[in-house]
């Protein structure tokens, strides 16, 4: 057993990974990363017509994401930037979506 114990993430990741699914736990931050998984590189005020949310309600939602990790700003003149921090998001958010319209 202790064997198997081994190959399992240690406390740390597991907490980590608990957090980065609590992120993906709220609509609209799940709606901004599925856009700038399908569209790249998107300014904030892209995001808010795209998503269809209040710039208010977006500008919150991407510094949670940010504060997270999940997704990456800069500054392109006077506009934000916004982007994935990695492929890795795009990922999960992807196979997410793929997983629950296996059962559709």
Same mark, same amino acid.
């Given at each position: 057993?202790?064997?198997?114990?081994?190959?399992?993430?240690?406390?740390?990741?597991?907490?980590?990974?608990?957090? $980065?699914?609590?992120?993906?736990?709220?609509?609209?931050?799940?709606?901004?990363?599925?856009?700038?998984?399908?569209?790249?590189?998107?300014?904030?005020?892209?995001?808010?017509?795209?998503?269809?949310?209040?710039?208010?309600?977006?500008?919150?939602?991407?510094?949670?994401?940010?504060?997270?990790? $999940?997704?990456?700003?800069?500054?392109?003149?006077?506009?934000?930037?916004?982007? $994935?921090?990695?492929?890795?998001?795009?990922?999960?958010?992807?196979?997410?979506?793929?997983?629950?319209?296996?059962?559709?």
């Amino acid at each position: 057993m202790a064997r198997r114990r081994n190959q399992l993430p240690g406390r740390a990741a597991v907490t980590d990974t608990v957090a $980065l699914f609590a992120a993906l736990a709220n609509p609209l931050r799940l709606r901004l990363l599925v856009a700038l998984s399908r569209f790249g590189e998107l300014s904030a005020g892209e995001l808010q017509r795209v998503v269809g949310a209040e710039q208010s309600a977006v500008s919150h939602q991407l510094a949670a994401l940010r504060l997270r990790d $999940l997704v990456k700003v800069e500054r392109d003149g006077r506009r934000m930037m916004y982007s $994935l921090a990695d492929q890795h998001v795009a990922h999960i958010v992807e196979d997410a979506i793929a997983h629950v319209g296996e059962g559709a």
